[in-house]
């Protein structure tokens, strides 16, 4: 089972990234899918999530309005757009995927955010 997240890097406020995450060794669309981020001393915090079929998605308040999750099934890959950002999204974001008692994760992609 693997998760890798790319898109990540450096990007002054107000700008814009796609973040991605390619899903393999396991059913991809029978799987929610999450992007979590933390940011140093901090927990780690839920950004977003998508249902297996795309039909459902959720956000956390700090993102909403910003932030985009999607998925193609067909390509096992999950995204983010991540837009209008701010120094106080700077974290390590992560891929995470759920289905009853198997969960996975990714290693992370480093956001940062500075001018």
């Known amino acids: 089972v693997q998760l890798v997240e790319s898109g990540g890097g450096l990007v002054q406020p107000g700008g814009s990234l796609r973040l991605s995450c390619a899903a393999s060794?396991?059913?991809?669309?029978?799987?929610?899918m999450i992007w979590y981020r933390q940011a140093p001393g901090k927990e780690r915090e839920l950004v977003a999530s998508?249902?297996?079929?795309?039909?459902?998605?959720n956000y956390a308040d700090s993102v909403k309005g910003r932030f985009t999750i999607s998925r193609d099934n067909a390509k096992n890959t999950v995204y983010l757009q991540v837009n209008s950002l701010k120094p106080e999204d700077t974290a390590v974001y992560y891929c995470?995927?759920?289905?009853?008692?198997?969960?996975?994760w990714g290693q992370g992609t480093q956001v940062t955010v500075s001018s």
């Open positions: 995470n995927a759920q289905s009853g008692p198997y969960e996975y």
């Open positions: 060794g396991f059913t991809f669309s029978r799987y929610d």
């Open positions: 998508i249902t297996p079929f795309g039909l459902n998605t």
